[in-house]
């Protein structure tokens, strides 16, 4: 994929197999990963639940358009976790995004939405903006949009209630797309108040609240929102839901569901812009129904936290005892680290910290001793096989390369 030109060294390493927190690459060299395939490998590589679960539902059928009883299972348990009473499925979180978007502005019959600057939320156009002199201007890299963001989309920075008040208050914004706590530009968290404002602030105007929990479900079994107490109109989740197998969902509140049924017309359903023809595949709810039944489990999920604050104690030691002055961050099983003393209050502040030779020199320095982080912006994941020992061990390297790089 484009992307992968991006990775350090003269090439991206091939892997010949992954199992749990480690993999292979075709020279049979086995590396720790971090990465985990960018959050989809959360749960681990190929968890032996899922295996078993897709080998069997493959031998019974892959895609047929239609139902099955893991449909219920799964919608039944997406409510447990996440509070909210209607879902659908989707196949990657930029989908659901798109689903959720278009949701958003049927039932509120508004054109705008507004995101925080340097959100992720995958390949959503209406997301690759960002201010530049307090202007609304494309995302740097933003390839072939379809019309200046600026057009379909508002955007102030994370944590600014004053901004998001006033972004607000022309009364076209259908919703707001946002991350719990921005995880594509180092981890930001909300300040204190911040999200019962965002809350407040949308209900106010009439907008919709969308939060996109791909990454931010490293923070427990229910997320962000779960662990924060937080009540979205829509949720949002991709990439590990199904460990690795092309899975992801969008719930929703009974208001916006009643409301969306009421401007759809039954001869039209099929024609708007929502769903895909491989969406709520038997496949890829097998891989879900055994991904939340015995992989994300409560128990995981506690032991991953465990090893995430082992990991942020390591390099917060690293750090203090050489001088750097970077930091790093932790969001439930997530850590990252930057290179600045302060923590950044909003995406311009973190991006500000972005150092993209260092970053490539951090990365490659691992990476050749064994241990794979995430390219470009050194994030760190655990899955429920990461061990003290991985964590140890890309402590020692991170204080070689610390060390090395100051001498």
Excluded at 33 to 46: E, I, K, P, R, V
Excluded at 268 to 292: E, H, K, P, Q
Aim: hydrophobic content about 45%; glycine content about 10%; proline content about 5%.
């Amino acid at each position: 994929m484009n992307w992968m030109s991006k990775w350090p060294g003269a090439f991206p390493v091939f892997v010949a197999e992954a199992r749990g927190a480690r993999f292979k690459d075709v020279d049979g060299r086995e590396y720790i990963d971090f990465c985990l395939g960018d959050t989809g490998a959360m749960t681990g590589h190929s968890p032996k639940a899922a295996v078993e679960a897709v080998l069997a539902q493959a031998g019974r059928g892959i895609t047929t358009m239609l139902p099955g009883e893991d449909a219920v299972w799964v919608g039944e348990e997406l409510q447990r976790r996440f509070g909210l009473p209607f879902w659908q499925f989707a196949l990657t979180a930029t989908d659901a995004n798109r689903f959720a978007i278009r949701l958003a502005r049927l039932a509120t019959r508004r054109p705008r939405i507004l995101v925080f600057n340097y959100c992720y939320h995958g390949t959503v156009d209406e997301a690759f903006i960002t201010l530049k002199d307090g202007a609304a201007v494309p995302r740097r890299g933003n390839l072939g949009p379809p019309v200046d963001p600026s057009v379909t989309t508002r955007v102030v920075e994370f944590n600014d209630v004053a901004a998001l008040e006033a972004a607000l208050a022309e009364g076209d914004v259908a919703c707001v797309l946002a991350e719990p706590a921005l995880t594509n530009v180092g981890i930001v968290h909300p300040e204190p108040g911040f999200h019962a404002a965002l809350r407040e602030l949308t209900r106010r105007a009439g907008t919709l609240l969308i939060l996109d929990e791909t990454h931010t479900i490293c923070a427990g079994p229910g997320g962000y929102t779960r662990a924060a107490g937080l009540d979205p109109d829509f949720f949002v989740l991709g990439k590990p839901i199904g460990s690795g197998i092309p899975s992801a969902v969008y719930g929703f509140t009974a208001d916006v569901a009643e409301s969306v049924a009421a401007r759809i017309r039954l001869e039209d359903c099929d024609v708007g812009g929502i769903g895909g023809t491989l969406a709520g595949n038997a496949l890829s709810l097998a891989a879900m129904r055994a991904t939340l039944e015995k992989v994300l489990t409560e128990a995981a999920f506690e032991r991953m936290i465990e090893t995430a604050q082992r990991f942020t104690a390591g390099v917060t030691r690293a750090i203090e005892d050489t001088g750097v002055p970077w930091h790093v961050t932790r969001l439930g099983c997530r850590a990252e680290y930057l290179f600045q003393a302060e923590r950044p209050k909003n995406g311009a502040q973190a991006a500000a910290a972005a150092d993209f030779e260092l970053e490539r020199y951090m990365h490659l320095y691992a990476l050749n001793r064994g241990v794979l982080l995430t390219p470009f912006h050194n994030m760190a994941l655990m899955c429920p096989d990461t061990t003290a020992d991985d964590v140890d061990r890309h402590s020692t390297v991170f204080r070689a390369a610390v060390r090395e790089l100051i001498n």
